[in-house]
């Protein structure tokens, strides 16, 4: 299993830039598909974006794409979610999550699928 701490958050103007950042301790990092959600103040849980276990496949949800970049460092057992001109609509907190994945297949959005969750860091946007 992993245990997940993200870090990062912060306020941020509209069009602005913030990176998220995810550690995870454990074992066996590269066989965890990594991703990250978000929910906004009385909002629910959202997909935002989600990395293959090589870093090799990417999935990213429509109303970020172009904007945000998941990434991951396997030797650092870390993850990334760069997050470029930001929208007030981006306000939330983010999460970091992870499922294990020995046998990667199709990207995973499902939050329900992701068993391991991190604490989650504040992200505030100002118009």
């Known amino acids: 299993q992993v245990q997940l701490v993200e870090s990062g958050g912060g306020f941020v103007q509209a069009g602005g830039s913030v990176r998220l950042s995810c550690a995870a301790s454990?074992?066996?990092?590269?066989?965890?598909?990594m991703a990250w959600f978000r929910q906004a103040p009385g909002g629910e849980q959202e997909f935002v974006a989600t990395?293959?276990?090589?870093?090799?496949?990417?999935t990213y949800a429509d109303s970020v794409k172009g904007r945000f970049t998941i990434s991951r460092d396997n030797a650092k057992n870390a993850q990334y979610l760069q997050m470029n001109r930001l929208k007030p609509e981006d306000t939330a907190v983010y999460y970091c999550?992870?499922?294990?994945?020995?046998?990667?297949?199709?990207?995973?959005?499902?939050?329900?699928?992701?068993?391991?969750w991190g604490q989650g860091t504040q992200v505030t946007v100002s118009s």
């Open positions: 999550a992870a499922v294990f994945a020995p046998f990667e297949a199709a990207a995973v959005i499902d939050s329900h699928a992701y068993k391991y």
């Open positions: 454990g074992s066996h990092f590269n066989l965890y598909r």
């Open positions: 990395i293959s276990r090589e870093g090799d496949g990417t």
